[in-house]
């Protein structure tokens, strides 16, 4: 059983930047977070492996960052030059269960609550 808690959304402006968290309890050998806009499928933005190999959407590439402190059981995943675009609900999941695209919400047994980012214009 893994537990997931997320933390650090909010409302910035476009070419902001925040930095979600989310506190891992439990192990996975991948942790991803996933966003889902109003009206959207759930997709995925970056994973990390537990040999911090990241893995990101085209999306997130070149400006997101995620990371995993191993020390404080959390992954964090830094988020620069924020669009409108980029606003949406953001999850922390853990668990994967597939082998097909690391990427695929539905590979992802565990999941927290979210936090909700907007950018605004």
């Known amino acids: 059983q893994v537990r997931l808690v997320e933390s650090g959304g909010g409302s910035v402006q476009a070419g902001g930047s925040l930095r979600l968290s989310c506190a891992v309890s439990?192990?996975?050998?991948?942790m991803g977070w996933f966003r889902q806009a109003p009206g959207q499928k759930r997709e995925g933005v970056a994973v990390?492996?537990?040999?911090?190999?990241?893995f990101y959407a085209d999306p997130a590439k070149g400006r997101f960052t995620i990371a995993w402190d191993n020390s404080k059981n959390t992954v964090y995943m830094q988020m620069n030059r924020l669009k409108p675009e980029d606003t949406a609900m953001y999850y922390c999941a853990a668990g994967r269960i597939g082998s097909r695209n690391i990427l695929d919400p539905d590979e992802y047994t565990y999941w927290g609550q979210g936090t909700q980012v907007t950018v605004s214009s």
């Open positions: 439990g192990y996975s050998h991948y």
């Open positions: 990390i492996s537990a040999d911090n190999s990241p």
